[in-house]
């Protein structure tokens, strides 16, 4: 067991410590315990949240100091010689030069009022509002002349985007850009009858260039927005206060575009979809309906004498091209109106309209099948009849009695039509005659006038005094005359 005195012991670790630390070293802390002697030596502690260390500062080295004059709370870059202070028997740090460590002290604040606004609920996912999936205008609060406003427009022009933007431009770095921020916020965000959303934009910098995203005026007034927000602010790797208090947090702003454009995209492929689907149901109906007339055909050749097959087979020809040409129609008068529809969807793009024309297609859908029913069974049942009565009677007779009364129930419709259009013609008449009569300027026609008095009109003579200036409209111009006296009528009078 080797044996020591105090002050061998102590220079034996002063020895190993300086001789394992021989350059400088660089220590990150908080200053604590910070005082000057009078010869203008610096003491303090350095610490974290486990440990400390004591430090020393000469007044030669503090004396190179001239931009900083440190304080007690603040994070330090300390760099010097670590060394055994044999006296007080600690090791302490004897400090050449001093930075102040802005970053250290931009995540403190940064933690601090996460910390804050976290426990007051700011960042609940219960406040987050669903972003628009079809926009029709947004607001872009950013410097309008900054690269991230530009990356935006093009990367939404690429992407199909048809929404307005209207930029909000504001300054996006400093302590000056706080007001103007907060006011664009707090003006455009209540605007929800004009915006679907509001976008914070900024493009990538330093911690520095970014911290004005970090202030809590700023983080308060995205929360409180009544339209939903979206930040994209930075690059993939930043985040600010802001991230978190947006209803969507993206990570650039050429994201933000691509995630408002999104919508029109999936929206323009489940419009072609659709289309595609009706037009392969009226096809697949329209086969379903060829190959019916063919069976029918067949049975009617089967069951009826030679000399009237071929009759009965120029008729079902007739029958098969004129119902092929009333679908082919059909479907190009339907593929014009899809197209006309996209074109519309694809120029304005809003939710609505596009709900609007889903159901308008489904509604045509439903039509069109119900028509094709209705056609069906009326060519089935008119087969029925040729081939139960075919035996006894000429099909080309029947044909032409259907053929009349189809010229009948045409004529009876267009007789009904004229005649309810008379009618209704007769009952507005007399309405535009009565509105006609109730015309105030129609009454100047007659010889009456109408007198008002600073625009306003003159019901009683106690609605004027002596020298009032009177307006008197006649039917071809006016009149301005003073009130020179009045008299009250003697019915008025009683």
Not at 13 to 24: A, R
Not at 168 to 182: F, H, N, R, Y
Not at 381 to 397: F, G, K, T
Not at 442 to 459: D, H, Q, T
Request: proline share 3%; net charge positive; aromatic share 6%.
């Amino acid at each position: 067991m080797n044996k020591f005195t105090v002050t061998e012991l102590t220079r034996t670790v002063k020895q190993l410590l300086e001789g394992t630390f021989k350059d400088n070293i660089a220590v990150k802390g908080e200053i604590s315990s910070f005082s000057v002697s009078p010869a203008g030596h610096m003491y303090f502690v350095l610490k974290d949240e486990k440990s400390q260390i004591k430090c020393v500062m000469f007044k030669g080295s503090a004396a190179t100091m001239r931009d900083y004059n440190p304080k007690n709370g603040d994070s330090v870059e300390a760099i010097g010689e670590l060394t055994v202070y044999e006296a007080g028997g600690n090791y302490q740090l004897l400090v050449k030069r001093m930075d102040y460590d802005s970053v250290g002290l931009f995540w403190k604040l940064f933690e601090e009022v996460k910390r804050k606004l976290e426990a007051e609920g700011l960042f609940d996912e219960e406040r987050k509002r669903p972003i628009p999936m079809l926009p029709k205008r947004a607001a872009v609060v950013t410097s309008a002349t900054g690269a991230a406003i530009k990356d935006f427009l093009v990367t939404m022009k690429n992407m199909g985007g048809v929404f307005a933007v209207d930029v909000w431009s504001v300054p996006v770095q400093g302590k000056d850009a706080i007001a103007p921020i907060v006011k664009a916020l707090n003006t455009a965000g209540a605007m929800t009858g004009r915006y679907d959303v509001l976008v914070l934009m900024r493009g990538g910098g330093s911690l520095e260039d970014l911290a004005v995203f970090n202030e809590e005026a700023v983080a308060r007034a995205l929360s409180a927005c009544a339209v939903p927000t979206v930040s994209a602010i930075g690059h993939e790797r930043d985040f600010s206060i802001c991230d978190f208090a947006a209803d969507l947090r993206v990570a650039t702003p050429t994201a933000a575009a691509a995630q408002l454009s999104a919508g029109y995209v999936s929206s323009v492929r489940d419009i072609e979809n659709h289309k595609k689907r009706i037009s392969e149901l009226v096809l697949n109906r329209f086969y379903q309906q060829v190959q019916r007339l063919d069976m029918l055909q067949a049975s009617v050749i089967a069951s009826s004498p030679s000399h009237r097959i071929n009759r009965d087979r120029q008729r079902l020809a007739f029958l098969e091209k004129s119902l092929f040409s009333d679908f082919r129609e059909i479907i190009r008068q339907k593929g014009t109106h899809l197209s006309e529809m996209t074109g519309i969807l694809q120029s304005l793009s809003p939710s609505a309209r596009t709900e609007k024309d889903r159901r308008k297609l489904d509604g045509l859908l439903s039509v069109m099948r119900e028509q094709t029913l209705k056609n069906v069974s009326q060519s089935s049942a008119r087969a029925d009849r040729l081939n139960s009565r075919i035996s006894v009677l000429s099909p080309m007779r029947r044909a032409e009695r259907y053929m009349n009364a189809v010229e009948r129930l045409n004529d009876r419709l267009v007789t009904s039509a004229e005649k309810r259009t008379a009618e209704n013609k007769a009952r507005l008449e007399p309405l535009m005659a009565k509105l006609a009569a109730l015309n105030p300027d129609n009454l100047l026609e007659k010889g009456y006038a109408r007198v008002s008095l600073n625009k306003r009109a003159v019901k009683s003579v106690f609605d004027v005094t002596l020298q009032d200036e009177l307006e008197i409209r006649l039917k071809d111009g006016y009149i301005n005359s003073f009130v020179t006296g009045r008299k009250v009528s003697e019915e008025k009078d009683g």
